[in-house]
T-cell receptor, first 112, second 113 residues
Framework: GDSVTQMEGPVTLSEEAFLTINCTYTATGYPSLFWYVQYPGEGLQLLLK?????DKGSNKGFEATYRKETTSFHLEKGSVQVSDSAVYFC???????????FGAGTRLAVHP | EAGVVQSPRYKIIEKKQPVAFWCNPI?????LYWYRQNLGQGPELLIRYENEEAVDDSQLPKDRFSAERLKGVDSTLKIQPAELGDSAVYLC???????????FGPGTRLTVL
């Protein structure tokens, strides 16, 4: 069935460091791809998305590119801030099951 | 515009007791979802509504879980009786249409003792 594999956390970085969180998926066809973020004590919120191959989603300095050939959607940010500390979820939309398939989440901790 | 509202935020009960969670989606959103999020894991879909119709409840443990969405707006998720393994965060989300961005509520953290 459709699935997603995320880089295990926690990821601990210093402020202004470069961030990469890897995400690969298996899905039928070409699903839309999403990154959601969950800040402490809050619900999940959409960070960015891409709907077709080679699309780049971006928001708040974060980027991810839909790579069809490697079935990946890695999340990157050039310079993280303390306020980016959160749990990040990669989620392809499964057309076969008509639902988002969430990864286990990657916890990011950024310290000054 | 108000986001997805859930209540209560926290609930502690003893096993075998019943419990109910309430969700008010964003106004105008036709699709409503209930998810369960276990500690350290991503959310897993329990049930999805299109208006008042439950169109995907394949992951809902029907022996003890039930849900309703009367009039296609608010929704209630119930567990009766609760078991220790039901301890989790229960998330409600809504979207305009099926494949659109989903907006999540803050969740209800359930602890079963």
């Amino acid at each position: 069935g459709d699935s997603v594999t995320q880089m295990e956390g926690p990821v601990t970085l210093s402020e202004e460091a470069f961030l990469t969180i890897n995400c690969t998926y298996t899905a039928t066809g070409y699903p839309s791809l999403f990154w959601y973020v969950q800040y402490p004590g809050e619900g999940l919120q959409l960070l960015l998305k891409a709907t077709k191959a080679d699309d780049k989603g971006s928001n708040k300095g974060f980027e991810a590119t839909y790579r069809k050939e490697t079935t990946s959607f890695h999340l990157e940010k050039g310079s993280v801030q303390v306020s980016d500390s959160a749990v990040y979820f990669c989620a392809p939309y499964s057309g076969g099951y008509n639902k988002l398939i969430f990864g286990a989440g990657t916890r990011l901790a950024v310290h000054p | 515009e108000a986001g997805v509202v859930q209540s209560p935020r926290y609930k502690i009960i003893e096993k075998k007791q019943p419990v109910a969670f309430w969700c008010n989606p964003i106004s105008g959103h036709n699709t409503l979802y209930w998810y369960r999020q276990n500690l350290g894991q991503g959310p897993e879909l329990l049930i999805r509504y299109e208006n008042e119709e439950a169109v995907d409840d394949s992951q809902l443990p029907k022996d003890r879980f039930s849900a309703e969405r009367l009039k296609g707006v608010d929704s209630t998720l119930k567990i009766q009786p609760a078991e220790l393994g039901d301890s989790a965060v229960y998330l409600c989300a809504s979207s305009l249409e099926l494949v659109d961005e989903q907006f999540f509520g803050p969740g209800t953290r359930l602890t079963v003792l």
